[in-house]
């Protein structure tokens, strides 16, 4: 089972839709998680962390379930400026600084 | 946003050539990372310094020599490199160490590589 997984999409939406990303990870030590967002060509930017208890953040809505491994993202009304590639990231513990693990990322495109 | 930078943005080499990626963070963090990203690959972690001692290297071939002279510069020297070692090279920062807490990390723009 790969460390970070997500669906790669691509996700054609149309504006105003309201569309959910899943990740699933495989280390149950893991102990913190974000979501960033990367443009084509671009560096990723972080997006969000995701906590415990859940958290949203205007349009975006993070959740974390730590039984079923699983990590989502929502988000509500798409915007063209959304299309981007999404990456689920997990901290593992490993070596003094722990390990970022990146998954592959989902593609989401909004059309107007 | 100029948080975390990095020289040259685009690089073309051969394969008997040396170069250097610099990367540079305004943030105050004290630990700085090297990745690799392909395409359609995950980012891969390459190098971890923190407090300007490295404390990470995931099996990176020696071709590949970090160095990082202070808590806000870091370097990726570059020798022999081969076709396959096209990607871009992501540099970030993050404040904190150790493994509990969150640690987001801050990214340069990135260095387009190119090996001929």
């Known amino acids: 089972r790969k460390e970070v997984e997500q669906d790669p999409g691509p996700f054609n939406v149309p504006e105003g839709a309201t569309v959910a990303f899943n990740c699933t990870y495989s280390?149950?030590?893991?102990?913190?998680f974000f979501w960033y967002r990367q443009d084509c060509r671009k560096e990723p930017k972080l997006l969000m962390s995701v906590y415990s208890s859940g958290n949203e953040d205007g349009r975006f809505t993070a959740q974390l379930n730590r039984a079923s491994q699983y990590i989502s993202l929502l988000i509500r009304d798409s915007k063209l400026s959304d299309s981007a590639t999404y990456l689920c990231?997990?901290?593992?513990?490993?070596?003094?600084?722990?390990?970022?693990?990146f998954g592959k990322g989902t593609k989401l495109s909004v059309k107007p | 946003e100029t948080g975390v930078t990095q020289t040259p943005r685009h690089l073309v080499m051969g394969m008997t050539n040396k170069k250097s990626l610099k990367c540079e963070q305004h943030l105050g963090h004290n630990a700085m990372y090297w990745y690799k990203q392909s395409a359609k690959k995950p980012l891969e972690l390459m190098f971890v310094y923190s407090l300007e001692e490295r404390v990470e290297n995931n099996s990176v071939p020696s071709r590949f020599s970090p160095e990082c002279p202070n808590s806000s510069h870091l370097f990726l020297h570059l020798h022999t490199l081969q076709p396959e070692d096209s990607a871009l090279y992501l540099c970030?920062?993050?404040?904190?160490?150790?493994?509990?807490?969150?640690?987001?990390?801050?990214f340069g723009p990135g260095t387009r590589l190119t090996v001929t």
């Open positions: 990231v997990v901290n593992t513990p490993g070596g003094s600084q722990g390990n970022l693990i």
């Open positions: 970030a920062s993050s404040q904190g160490t150790g493994t509990s807490g969150m640690h987001e990390q801050y």
């Open positions: 280390n149950s030590a893991s102990q913190s």
